[in-house]
């Protein structure tokens, strides 16, 4: 049959499922009918179901390495192998087995701060600090004095650096999260967080300079988020890859309180200090305080998969590349010791990203003809604990780093209607953009700046692990238009989802909630996912960016 493109003024004219809905329109008029027909079959109530079975009570919470997280993941699967896709898991099989530890706080684990002179300080978990052991051993004591580092980063390229030279090997490191403020775009990207403003990277920087601890000082300004997702995204059961390299024996969160009193038990003021660190010429401040604590931990072994499957390319040389898609299906689980609702269903975070994910799956599988490159799904594990599956994933991939072209996330799709806007934060940083600038136009769809730079919304979820690796990557999400309202109710929703719901018991599944914008980002991500699987050159990053160094060694290893 002789293939053609389809003119956007035709293409809007198509019926749709449930097309009193009136979703967004389909892609671009290059592409082919295959895919316009397989977008057309996206159906937001496929989405919902999902959404509402791995939502479920019975699911407990998603947990990671917990009955929950096996159900959802034998649940995904087992779609998988209903829609056709061939296993690109371990041994011939939809599972990638991710191996992990459990690493729980023991009741009996003290965390006190000993001044030179005065009462000691006994802090109280949860309430007024959170800890968690990464050496994986079972016990652990610490009696080493307190250093403030500022910021705690050591940036060459933008003449920065906290440490000074300064040997903190034993030493518990007090700093502030984010990075130093600045509206210069060649400073720390301006309002933009870097990679250096997360904590993930302080605790690996201050391993590398043979810390032993870190307290980050918490204040939700900085942060983005209150104390209470700290507390409950750090309370119970903790995971991590397993690994034999060296780890902070207290990887820890105090609250800005806390860190008010720690600063007058030295005689020294927090506001001061935190300003003292805005400046280049900032010195490590070594405090008349120690931190004595008793690690103890509970350390299991966990047994959690990634879930991947595959639709090969039609292009016989080109189906050894590949674009994925990604979204994690693992949530909080269940707080026992919490009265009343102690399961956290995690519906919207992020069952709606699996939903999308396992949708466009059942469309790219039963589509009449396929892209040149391979589409891989993969709905990844203990995202919740620090991105450990797609860590996992992106040093492990079916089809190697330097012939992946494309990551396409989905995390966290509120079910509000239908959207007039999509967030694309970190694509510009690729050279893809173009397409994507294109495809949100003919979606009509206006691309919504990062209304929040400062908050790193690049880096919490899963497209960064596959990022670090050198793969273009970046996740698509809904703006704050959505038709029939303004952009203030849109930001009144992301407020009240944010203080009451994220992290927290009540994020359950609801029949009064509106899949047509899920079903509208899948579709547009069908279609930059189509483009960049039949596009004649593989995707890569902008000249300068922090991850082309990574995209040069991985095709350099992988061609």
């Known amino acids: 049959m002789r293939k053609f493109a389809l003119p956007l003024t035709l293409i809007l ?19 082919p009918p295959a895919a316009i027909s397989a977008l057309e079959k996206i159906d937001p109530e496929h989405i919902r179901a999902h959404v509402r079975y791995l939502s479920l009570d019975l699911l407990e919470g998603r947990g990671t390495g917990q009955r929950g997280g096996d159900l959802a993941a034998e649940y995904i699967a087992t779609q998988f192998w209903l829609y056709g896709l061939k296993p690109a898991g371990d041994n011939g099989t939809y599972f990638q087995k991710v191996p992990m530890v459990g690493i729980a706080p023991a009741p009996d684990t003290t965390f006190d701060l000993v001044p030179n002179k005065g009462d000691t300080l006994k802090l109280k978990p949860l309430d007024d600090y959170v800890a968690v052991d990464e050496t994986q051993r079972p016990s652990d004591d610490i009696d080493a004095q307190i ?53 993930t990277y302080k605790y690996e920087e201050a391993v590398r300079k043979g810390a032993v601890g870190v307290l980050l000082i918490h204040k939700t300004e900085m942060a983005s988020y209150p104390w209470e997702v700290v507390r409950n995204s750090n309370s119970g059961e903790r995971a991590a890859l397993k690994s034999d390299q060296p780890q902070l024996e207290a990887a820890s969160w105090i609250t800005s309180d806390v860190a008010s009193h720690l600063a007058q038990k030295s005689g020294l003021d927090l506001d001061k200090l935190m300003a003292d660190a805005q400046l280049s010429n900032f010195h490590p401040v070594p405090l008349s305080v120690k931190l004595k604590a008793h690690m103890v931990s509970k350390i299991r072994q966990i047994s959690s998969n990634n879930v991947v499957g595959m639709v090969p390319g039609s292009d016989s040389k080109l189906k050894d590349e590949a674009i994925i898609y990604t979204a994690h299906y693992d949530h909080l689980g269940i707080r026992p010791d919490m009265p009343g609702d102690n399961i956290y269903n995690g519906a919207r975070d992020n069952a709606t990203g699996c939903g999308i994910v396992l949708e466009l799956a059942r469309v790219f599988a039963q589509a009449q003809a396929h892209p040149r490159r391979s589409v891989i799904f993969a709905s990844v594990t203990a995202e919740e604990q620090g ?44 050279n893809f953009y173009p397409t994507v600038e294109a495809m949100a136009k ?25 990022a670090r690796v050198g793969i273009p990557a970046f996740s698509v999400n809904e703006g704050m238009k959505y038709k029939g309202h303004n952009t203030d109710w849109g930001m009144q929703q992301a407020e009240d989802y944010t203080t009451h719901h994220y992290h927290q018991p009540s994020d359950e599944y609801s029949p009064d909630m509106d899949f047509t914008g899920d079903a509208v980002m899948a579709r547009f991500g069908f279609a930059l996912g189509w483009s960049a699987a039949s596009q004649q050159k593989l995707i890569g990053w902008q000249s300068g960016d922090e991850f082309e160094k990574a995209r040069v060694q991985s095709q350099g290893a992988g061609h």
């Open 147 to 199: 250093v403030f580092v500022g910021y705690g980063i050591e940036a060459p390229e933008y003449k920065w650096d906290d440490y000074k030279g300064v040997d903190v090997k034993g030493k518990v490191l007090l700093m502030l999260v984010s990075e130093p403020s600045s509206n210069d775009p060649n400073f720390f990207k301006g309002r933009a967080l870097t990679y250096y403003g997360r904590w």
């Open 442 to 466: 003919e979606f009509r769809l206006a691309i919504r700046p990062d209304s929040h730079p400062e908050a790193g919304h690049f880096y919490p979820p899963d497209h960064f692990s596959l």
């Open 13 to 31: 004219t198509l019926p749709l499922a449930h097309a009193a809905r009136k979703p967004a329109p389909a892609a671009s008029a290059h592409l």
């Open 387 to 430: 991105l450990l599956g797609s860590e996992y994933l992106g040093k492990h991939p079916p089809v190697p780093a330097g012939k992946m072209s494309l990551d396409l996330n989905f995390d966290d799709i509120p079910p509000l209607g239908s959207p007039e806007e999509v967030e694309v934060s970190g694509a510009e940083r690729n």
